[in-house]
């Protein structure tokens, strides 16, 4: 009778110490783990810019556009809306010499274009 007391108290001890060390919070063996970047409560800021279309490259969906001697790439994705008056255009549709101004949201270095409004290019000045 004393040995199945004592073995009824023994499993029981077990049980309770191994249910407290399955239930406290693992160690980290050395190091801590690296903390998460904080996330950014507010959305990335928009901003324009203005110029004229120097490429377009539609497998890479990305335009290059230049304002004097300032050239910016832009990578589009399936939200950029791009629109020339009224109408909707494809990616594919804007050309070399075209006005255009975009805004874009800057995220871990990349331009990404929310949306494209483009324009003909200027006629040249009539000479007299």
Do not use: R
């Amino acid at each position: 009778m004393k040995k199945s007391i004592l073995l009824v108290v023994l499993l029981t001890l077990i049980a309770f110490v191994s249910g407290a060390i399955a239930a406290a919070p693992p160690k980290a063996a050395g190091t801590a783990p690296a903390p998460a970047a904080p996330a950014s409560t507010k959305p990335a800021k928009m901003e324009k810019f203005s110029g004229e279309v120097k490429s377009v490259d539609a497998m890479a969906k990305t335009v290059v556009v230049a304002k004097g001697k300032e050239e910016k790439t832009f990578a589009t994705d399936d939200k950029t809306k791009i629109m020339k008056g009224k109408g909707a255009l494809k990616l594919e549709d804007l050309k070399e010499g075209m006005n255009v101004t975009i805004e874009y949201k800057t995220e871990m270095g990349k331009m990404t274009a929310a949306s494209i409004k483009a324009s003909a290019p200027k006629a040249a000045p009539k000479k007299k």
